[in-house]
């Protein structure tokens, strides 16, 4: 055997020095790379490129003027070439303790690094990711070395949507073997996200884990859906395929998802051991999600006993009229008078849905219906919507 | 109330209006698009660019030299500008059905098509990804309109290895809820791979879906582990964070992978509804994961009654040395001895390590020992992996 043995181990040794340099990526950079002081430098080798800039939100963002008025974007920061091509950002400032995304422009495209595999889909556009750790609250972010729970991607038939759906579900540590009951809090996206959003973007799984472990959350099952009622599962992983990401939406606001909630929770009830009263039940969500939360814990007043919202969107959709969104005030008078453990209301104080919180709230003094609110500064970014959950969590099922 | 809604609404179009050019991607051309003749167009906007090429498996290869040999590298075919600034390529030929990787190559620098939010990691490589179908074996790799599987992400301590690690669990559609017990099948990634490596470019979720839908499978776990001993986790979801994945490979064909992997076959049985016996357990895996299915299924031999090598790296590590890999030939003969359900074994024709998989069948051709063998056309390439699995799965527990 000696002889085939080296060689294949000789034909082995000439793909993968080839591999290494294709499939393998061998890329020529290293970016971003994290210096020992928290700057971060970017790098990108382009020698053909005229201009070479770096976008994403560790730079300060700048005025953009629309025809809607005055918006933030995102700034940009310019890269230089040196003799071998290759191009070259380094932060002028550490940067704070974050998760960050960002993107290059090559004379104008916007491209991914191709020196970082971390990717993360956001609607309908992809960018690089990098952490910044160092803090407790963004610690929370990282995979840490402490006992990790189960993400799984479940399917579920909605009877009253006629159609078989996809959740992401958290089970905690220990879950599979404890034989014990648990709590369920169901987590919701924004309009154009879907079930994958809060285990990307919002670090959902890494924050239950930490939290946990660090004694400071209950053992909890969470439940991410999709709030599109017209879809089954998140862009690429439904039967359209590979299709691009549909951006109208058509059955986000319209009272189709709150209307057909109870089905989640009655698979929930029936397929995990759960505390399957409101007592062992929250419900959460940012900007359309907050709407879904709000909506449907007043819809259902039985239903939570812990219901935040974060950055929410509480706005009808006009054009639509559903049961759902009749008699509001009635219903939130039911749902008070039942007295839920927490109502939660988040918001950063850049954000363009504040005048619609502050006024929702205002409504809730008037009624003397007791919440919480917690305002941070900035807008309707992920960065907001992480924190708040670390807020939320810990408060729940105590 | 009605004030503040409608303010809102307003703020709400105004900035969605904006999102939709940035965050929502709003890409200002379609690609891949697919035609109604499976010919696929490839866009590009890119005003400032002077070349643009495409490159990927749909293309023809072509051959390059290297200090190791003469090797095949994915064609690249030149995209065409037009007034708009926006670079096209058709193909001239419809393509046949498959899952196709590519990306662009624009003034030579390489990379992932803006249009495209769907990407697939292989190894240090990401490229985007489209599916042609149509074809009855192809179509098993789509998500289609049949009951799902679950896929999950679980953790288990590995007291050999002294440390957590993640698997990728498929249990099939009914698992959680029939009470039923289950055959297991384990699936093993080659070097470089990971346990996310068969549910992304391998569709094994899907396939299982699809056969176990027609009738061609038996509803079975599949067990997707990460064979790298040395790391709890595929790249980015470790304590070691968004490093870039390291390519050293310490502990993959070292004997420490198959050492430990009972650890895993018994946190399997003890955390899922399984046939905790010979019968009803099956491992199969491509190139490197062939070599550990082969050395770990005659280590193990009462353990798996189903053994699957797919473009087997048979082939030892010369540098180290493990009781694993000694006495081969003995312990094949008492693996035999006992008379295993099924020895598979898949390689293409074009594959380098076709010589040395020629030679093992030489050995067990001299030694009497039946398996089944299984022989396609070109090379170490996914397209054979998924082909191989379809092929396999079928045969298992019936």
Redesign the interface.
């Known amino acids: 055997?000696k002889?085939?043995?080296i060689?294949?181990?000789m034909?082995?040794?000439?793909?993968?020095?080839?591999?290494?340099q294709?499939?393998?990526?061998?890329?020529p950079v290293?970016s971003p790379e994290i210096n020992d002081d928290n700057t971060v430098t970017f790098r990108?080798?382009?020698?053909?490129?005229?201009t070479v800039q770096v976008t994403g939100d560790f730079l300060p963002t700048r005025k953009?003027q629309?025809?809607?008025?005055e918006?933030d974007?995102?700034g940009a920061a310019d890269l230089k070439e040196n003799e071998a091509g290759v191009w070259e950002y380094t932060t002028p400032e550490p940067l704070a303790p974050e998760l960050y995304s960002y993107t290059f422009l090559?004379?104008?495209?916007?491209?991914?690094d191709?020196?970082?595999?971390?990717?993360i889909?956001?609607?309908?556009?992809?960018t690089n990711?990098?952490?910044i750790?160092g803090d407790e609250r963004i610690d929370l972010y990282?995979?840490?070395?402490v006992?990790?729970?189960?993400?799984?991607?479940?399917?579920y038939n909605s009877p009253t949507l006629g159609m078989?759906r996809?959740l992401t579900v958290y089970t905690p540590?220990g879950y599979?073997?404890s034989g014990k009951r648990y709590p369920v809090f169901y987590l919701l996206h924004g309009?154009?996200g879907d079930e994958n959003a809060w285990t990307e973007l919002g670090r959902a799984a890494q924050i239950l884990d930490n939290l946990i472990a660090q004694g400071k959350a209950e053992p909890m099952i969470v439940v991410m859906t999709n709030g599109n009622a017209a879809l089954e599962?998140a862009?690429?992983?439904?039967?359209l395929?590979?299709a691009?990401?549909n951006?109208n939406l058509p059955k986000t606001m319209e009272g189709s998802f709150e209307t057909a909630f109870p089905d989640v929770v009655k698979f929930i009830d029936?397929?995990y051991r759960t505390q399957a009263n409101k007592k062992g039940r929250a419900i959460a969500g940012l900007s359309m999600g907050g709407f879904h939360s709000m909506h449907i814990s007043k819809q259902y007043p039985d239903m939570f006993n812990y219901v935040g919202l974060f950055s929410a969107?509480?706005?009808?959709n006009?054009n639509v009229s559903s049961p759902i969104y009749d008699n509001?005030?009635a219903k939130l008078a039911t749902q008070f008078a039942k007295k839920p453990a927490l109502y939660f209301i988040a918001i950063g104080n850049q954000d363009?849905?504040y005048?619609?919180n502050t006024?929702?709230r205002k409504?809730l003094d008037e009624k003397g219906y007791p919440y919480e609110y917690y305002e941070t500064g900035e807008g309707?970014i992920w960065k907001n919507w992480r924190i708040y959950l670390t807020e939320f969590v810990p408060k729940l099922f105590k």
């Open positions: 055997m002889r085939f043995f060689l294949s181990a034909l082995l040794a000439g793909t993968m020095a080839f591999a290494q294709a499939l393998w990526g061998g890329a290293v990108l080798k382009a020698p053909k490129a005229v953009i629309t025809p809607f008025g918006f974007a995102p090559v004379d104008g495209l916007k491209i991914n191709p020196a970082n595999v971390y990717m889909r956001d609607v309908a556009s992809v990711v990098f952490i750790g990282k995979v840490n070395k006992p990790h729970g189960t993400v799984s991607k479940v399917w078989d996809r540590a599979e073997t309009m154009g599962a862009p690429g992983e439904s039967s395929g590979f691009a990401p951006m029936k397929t969107a509480i706005m009808p006009e509001l005030e363009f849905l005048q619609a006024e929702y409504l309707h």
